[in-house]
């Protein structure tokens, strides 16, 4: 599936302020966006990730997110038909890319990264860190323990 967030798990590292780094990205269908393997604030983007995802579900419009290292971001659109366009973009010329899917494919596969995630944060002792729980706050009928 294109336009989709992939995360490298075995990349996962906790800087000495507590953030965590890893590799996210997504998917398209030509190119991964930024790039395959981009490295970032994993947890904290995943957090804001849903949080446009729960806006567009609940009001319907555009929310950008962006990536937390390097002049990145996502544009979520609602469109008709039950669908979410993802315009991916960037500062730097010849980045990005657009896609448009079901936008309850994307919230399913999310949800199916996002758990992985705090599999790994929870094997890693990581649980009880404020973005983890922030994270977790967003699927809470899904028992990832």
């Given at each position: 599936?294109?336009?989709?967030?992939?995360c490298?798990?075995?990349?996962?590292?906790?800087?000495?302020s507590?953030?965590?780094w890893?590799?996210?990205?997504?998917?398209?269908?030509?190119?991964?966006f930024?790039?395959?393997?981009?490295?970032?604030?994993v947890?904290?983007?995943?957090?804001?990730?849903?949080r446009?995802?729960?806006?567009?579900?609940r009001?319907?419009?555009?929310v950008?997110?962006?990536?937390?290292d390097?002049?990145?971001?996502?544009?979520?659109?609602?469109?008709?038909?039950?669908?979410?366009?993802?315009?991916?973009?960037?500062?730097?010329?010849?980045?990005?890319?657009?896609n448009?899917?079901d936008?309850?494919?994307?919230?399913?596969?999310l949800?199916d990264?996002?758990?992985?995630?705090l599999r790994e944060?929870k094997?890693?002792?990581?649980?009880?860190?404020?973005?983890?729980?922030?994270l977790?706050?967003?699927i809470?009928?899904?028992?990832?323990?």
């Amino acid at each position: 599936m294109t336009g989709t967030v992939c995360c490298d798990v075995t990349s996962f590292e906790m800087s000495n302020s507590g953030a965590i780094w890893g590799g996210v990205w997504i998917s398209g269908k030509e190119q991964d966006f930024p790039e395959h393997g981009w490295n970032d604030l994993v947890v904290a983007f995943l957090v804001e990730l849903h949080r446009a995802v729960d806006q567009i579900r609940r009001v319907g419009g555009h929310v950008r997110v962006r990536f937390f290292d390097g002049p990145y971001w996502l544009d979520l659109k609602a469109e008709q038909g039950g669908l979410l366009s993802i315009e991916a973009a960037g500062e730097k010329a010849g980045v990005g890319f657009n896609n448009t899917l079901d936008f309850r494919d994307f919230e399913h596969h999310l949800i199916d990264e996002t758990i992985l995630v705090l599999r790994e944060c929870k094997i890693r002792g990581w649980s009880e860190q404020s973005d983890v729980q922030l994270l977790a706050s967003h699927i809470p009928n899904v028992h990832w323990h």
